[in-house]
């Protein structure tokens, strides 16, 4: 169900997508639609975790990471993070989360707890320890996190929804915009 609703809510729209061609096309049930994600936002909701889960979400530490320098390990998140949001799909998915969520706070509130916190929590959780071992002189991770998210998405994320830009940042744009970040929180 959830391949049929993307593949229906990227041809059509989300607005224009009903739970009945949804139905047809995924061979399954109205009923099992509802059993498993309650209404249309739900499906939303679900394709979003999964394209997080399948794309953005992998973890800052761990083997990958372990021959990283920290400057390097944020550079890789950044570099990650910026090639996941240029695609097309991407871009069409965060389209809709935004329109949705622009109706309907309730939704909003869920998309952010769920998508947006865990990103801003591991990072926080980064800094933290980088902080307590002297790796970084970082006084509030958890303005670093956000501060980090802005620098290397923010404006970029608004330009691309918008139509602005068709572009993200490249990577020495990255760069460029980590320097003041690395230097000011003193990570190397």
Known sequence: MLDA??????EQGYERTSLAEIVRRSGGS???LYELFGNKQGLLHALAAR???ETMFR????????????????????YRQAETMESPRAVALMRMLLSESLRDRAFALQIY????LPALD?????????AQ?????ID???AAARLFLDITIGDAMLNTLAGVEDEWLDRTQIDWRLQPFLSHFKIG
């Open 51 to 53: 394209w997080c889960d």
């Open 140 to 142: 509030d991770p958890a």
């Open 122 to 130: 591991e990072l926080t959780e980064l800094f933290t320890r980088w």
């Open 133 to 137: 071992t002297g790796e970084a002189a």
């Open 5 to 10: 609703a993307e593949a229906l809510f990227l």
């Open 30 to 32: 109205l009923a099992t």
């Open 113 to 116: 707890r769920d998508l947006h």
């Open 59 to 78: 973890p800052l530490d761990g083997e990958q990471t372990a021959a990283m320098s920290n400057v390097e390990i944020l550079k890789s998140y950044a």
